[in-house]
């Protein structure tokens, strides 16, 4: 889900920044058999984190490099046709008809010229490489130039967070202030050793330092260490809360161990024992503040199997399936989007909208690959997807309405140019 480079770093660096961050959702395990039954048919999502990972089934991996857009309409507009000149002349001598002025040709679209246009909302917040620099698009199409090569970021209120990775996959969390609305700079780094996850709000972070330490990261109420001991096995998946860590209701972080066979995923409480986020859960995909989960419970060769469950009270199942991954929950907690049990290569090529009974209402599916899935709203999923030749900005409604938001010819399968973020 976040995860390099600027155009200048070598071939050798992005494909090895890029493998990181393909399997950094196994959290650097060995690649044992336990490990590809549990964690390699798993694609790290966040609320908005990119989807990436599945089963390594195949050498190609997808490097993701990103492109600055351009304009696509370079007329100026506003001119107006040239007036013919008067002249007084004799009624009785008659006077050609002056031919009219032709109408100005209109330009290319985005769509036709295959430029994304620069600013454009698409709904939710992402990324776009810019050199050796981001530019993060908000929800409302205006633009903020980050200091560095990101992978994920989340608008806290105040400050921007962003998670990186250097030429040797090392990851590092960033506390950027921004000036002005427009330009910025880093005021504190973490160096990191796994991706961060964002709340659902987005205005909360978590991540796990180098250091062993679990912090939360909020925007009024700045780092708070929530445990200064992890595992070196356990890995974070997920947080939900109002970012205070020191009330009951305000951070609620989901833990798993990186090999599966060790044991299964907890939810640190603010009091009490660590308790199961879901019967026989080994992984959480994503959580809601509505007391809902998305899990992983199991993994063979050839299928993983999970679903949706409601924490609340004594807790239920929503739905169980072992025919999809299931991941982000739609802010309503009506929907999810899922991927196919089992995929392997670049990644998932299809995403599904699936309702309350675990029922698909709507599908895309790529020629290629789909590299990221987050959700707009209650009703529309956005994914980045390379499709007949173009990397693509999509949107998939619940009614099965599809659009196309953004279009670019940049790059190809190994070199996308946008990245959605965690927070929606």
């Not at 908005?48 to 195949?58: P, S």
């Not at 530019?135 to 130039?145: K, Q």
């Amino acid at each position: 889900m976040n995860t390099p480079d600027n155009e200048n770093g070598t071939w050798e660096s992005e494909m090895g920044d890029e493998f990181e961050r393909r399997v950094r959702n196994l959290h650097e395990a060995p690649l044992d058999l336990s490990s590809v039954k549990g964690t390699a048919m798993k694609i790290r999502t966040r609320r908005r984190a990119a989807v990436a990972g599945g089963i390594l089934a195949a050498a190609a991996v997808l490097v993701p490099v990103a492109v600055i857009a351009t304009t696509g309409n370079d007329r100026a507009d506003g001119i107006d046709p040239a007036v013919p000149s008067v002249t007084v002349t004799d009624p009785a001598t008659p006077q050609p008809t002056p031919a009219p002025t032709p109408a100005p040709t209109p330009p290319a679209s985005p769509e036709q010229t295959g430029t994304p246009q620069v600013g454009a909302p698409v709904g939710v917040p992402y990324l776009e490489r810019a050199g050796s620099e981001t530019v993060l698009h908000r929800a409302d199409g205006s633009t903020v130039t980050l200091p560095g090569t990101y992978r994920d970021a989340a608008v806290l209120d105040g400050p921007v967070v962003g998670y990186r990775t250097d030429d040797q996959g090392n990851g590092f969390v960033d506390v950027i202030d921004v000036v002005d609305g427009s330009s910025s700079s880093v005021t504190t780094t973490y160096a990191v050793r796994s991706a961060m996850s964002t709340t659902p709000d987005g205005r909360t972070v978590a991540f796990v330092t180098t250091d062993d330490e679990l912090v939360v990261y909020n925007g009024e109420r700045g780092a708070q260490t929530l445990r200064e001991s992890v595992d070196p096995g356990v890995t974070l998946s997920a947080i939900v809360g109002n970012g205070d860590c020191v009330s009951e209701a305000g951070c609620h972080p989901f833990l798993e161990h990186v090999n599966f066979e060790e044991g299964a995923a907890f939810e640190i409480n603010y009091e009490g024992e660590d308790s199961a986020p879901a019967p026989g859960a080994l992984r959480v995909n994503d959580a809601g503040d509505d007391f809902l989960v998305s899990v992983i419970t199991s993994g063979t060769d050839f299928e993983t199997c999970g679903g949706l469950y409601d924490r609340e009270g004594g807790g239920r199942w929503i739905f169980e399936t072992c025919d999809y991954q299931v991941h982000e929950i739609a802010p309503d907690g009506q929907h999810t989007v899922a991927f196919d049990s089992y995929f392997d290569g670049l990644g998932p090529r299809s995403f599904y909208l699936l309702d309350g009974d675990g029922e698909e209402v709507a599908s895309f599916t790529s020629d290629s690959v789909v590299s990221g899935v987050t959700w707009a709203d209650s009703e529309h999923a956005v994914a980045t997807t390379y499709q007949d030749g173009q990397w693509r900005i999509v949107s998939l409604g619940v009614d099965g309405e599809l659009k196309t938001l953004e279009t670019t010819e940049a790059g190809n399968e190994l070199n996308a140019p946008w990245f959605l973020t965690g927070a929606s």
